[in-house]
C-alpha cells in the first residue's frame, strides 16, 4: 500500500467535522435556495413544495430558476403574500442594453399567469411584414391603410424608451415599437418575436415611481401564481409551517409530508420531532439517523 501524504492524514478529522452535521441532519428540504427564502409551493428537490411546481421552478447550485418551453429564467424575487414571481430574462432589452430575443413563452399547462401589471414593449418590429402592423387590414373598411394591434397608449412609454442610450444609437423609428398587453398575447402566453417579426422586447413590471425615467423603471416579467383553482392555502400546510418544518407532497399518490429540521418527515407537524430530538430518544424513526451518524464515526475511526 502506497502512504498516503501526511497533509490528507490531518486534514481528514477535519472534512469528516464539516460534512458530520449534514450526514446527521439532512433536512430533505431547504428553507432557501441561495439567499432566497424558499416556501409551500415552491421546494428545493423532488418532494418539496407542491408537486406541480416541481417541473417549473428548480433550485440549482443555489439558483432559483423557472423553466419554460423558451427558456429557463432566473427568479429575482418571490412575493409570497400577493403570490407574484419577478423574473429575469438575460435575452430581454432594458433601458441599458438592447439584444436580440425570440421572445418569452409560459406552457398552458403552467401554474403561472402574466401579471397585469406586466407592459411588453416590442422593439424594432418589421412595418411592412409584421401580423402586429397588418391583421386589422380589414376591420378598416378595406382601404388598404394598416391600423397596429399594439396599443395606442404604449406611444409615449415607447418614445421613452427609444430615448434610452442603448436604443436610440439604433435609430429606429418610432412605429416599430409595439406595446403589447398580455390579454393579447392568447391562451398559451406566447410572444414568439420570430413570428411577429420583432427583434427585441423589453418588459417593465414597474415604473419604480419614476414615470419620465426609464433607467429608473424595473425590467423583468412578474408572473402570478396558483396554489388550485380557489387558491387556498392547504391548512395542513400551515399547521406544518407553523412548526417550522418545510411542507412537501411525496410517493405515487402525492401524500403530504412535514420535513422537519431533524430530518423527520411527520403527516401533522414538526412539534413531535423537536421534542424527540431534544430528549435524545431513539425513538424508530431516528435510528436512521443514529446508523448513518455511527457509521460516520466508524469511517473516522477507519480512515484515522
Ligand atoms: C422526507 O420527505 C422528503 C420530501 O418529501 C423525501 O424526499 C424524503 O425521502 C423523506 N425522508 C424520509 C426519511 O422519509
Ligand atoms: C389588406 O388589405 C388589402 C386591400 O384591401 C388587401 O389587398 C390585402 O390582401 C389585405 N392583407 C391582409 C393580410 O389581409
Ligand atoms: C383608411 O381608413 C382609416 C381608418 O378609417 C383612415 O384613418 C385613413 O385615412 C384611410 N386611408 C386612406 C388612404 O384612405
Redo the contacts with the bound molecule.
Keep these: 500500500m502506497k502512504p498516503k501524504p501526511s497533509s490528507s492524514i490531518t486534514l481528514l478529522p477535519f472534512i469528516f467535522l464539516i460534512f458530520l452535521p449534514s450526514l446527521v441532519s439532512s433536512q430533505?428540504?431547504k428553507k432557501s435556495c441561495g439567499n432566497q427564502p424558499i416556501r409551500y409551493p415552491f421546494g428545493t428537490?423532488?418532494?418539496?413544495g407542491d408537486p406541480r411546481f416541481q417541473k417549473y421552478v428548480t433550485c440549482n447550485e443555489q439558483k432559483l430558476t423557472i423553466t419554460t418551453h423558451t427558456g429557463s429564467y432566473p427568479i429575482d424575487t418571490i412575493d409570497y403574500n400577493n403570490q407574484v414571481l419577478n423574473i429575469q430574462d438575460p435575452s430581454m432589452s432594458t433601458c441599458s442594453s438592447t439584444q436580440p430575443s425570440k421572445g418569452f413563452g409560459l406552457d398552458w399547462d403552467a401554474p403561472f399567469t402574466f401579471l397585469d401589471d406586466n407592459i411588453f414593449a416590442l422593439l424594432d418590429c418589421s412595418t411592412s411584414s409584421s401580423p402586429l402592423y397588418k391583421s386589422k387590414n380589414l376591420s378598416n373598411g378595406g382601404n388598404g391603410s394598416t391600423v397596429p394591434l399594439c396599443d395606442n397608449d404604449g406611444a409615449p412609454l415607447c418614445s421613452l424608451l427609444y430615448s434610452c442610450p442603448s436604443i436610440s444609437t439604433l435609430s429606429l423609428p418610432i412605429s416599430t415599437c409595439c406595446v403589447y398587453a398580455p390579454v393579447d398575447l392568447g391562451p398559451a402566453f406566447e410572444m414568439d418575436l420570430e413570428k411577429l417579426q420583432c427583434s427585441s422586447y423589453a418588459s417593465v413590471y414597474s415604473f419604480n415611481g419614476q414615470e419620465s425615467n426609464p433607467e429608473r423603471w424595473k425590467y423583468g416579467v412578474a408572473l402570478k401564481y396558483k396554489f388550485s383553482l380557489k387558491n387556498d392555502y392547504p391548512s395542513v400546510c400551515s399547521i406544518c409551517e407553523r412548526s417550522k418544518g418545510l411542507c412537501?407532497y411525496?410517493g405515487t399518490y402525492n401524500a403530504f409530508?412535514c420535513?422537519c429540521a431533524s430530518?423527520i418527515?411527520t403527516t401533522t407537524d414538526c412539534s413531535f420531532a423537536a421534542s424527540w430530538s431534544n430528549s435524545l430518544r431513539l425513538v424508530p424513526r431516528q435510528i436512521?439517523t443514529s446508523l448513518i451518524c455511527s457509521s460516520a464515526w466508524f469511517l473516522v475511526w477507519i480512515l484515522l
Design positions: 430533505a428540504c428537490g423532488p418532494g418539496c412537501g411525496t409530508v420535513n430530518g418527515n436512521g
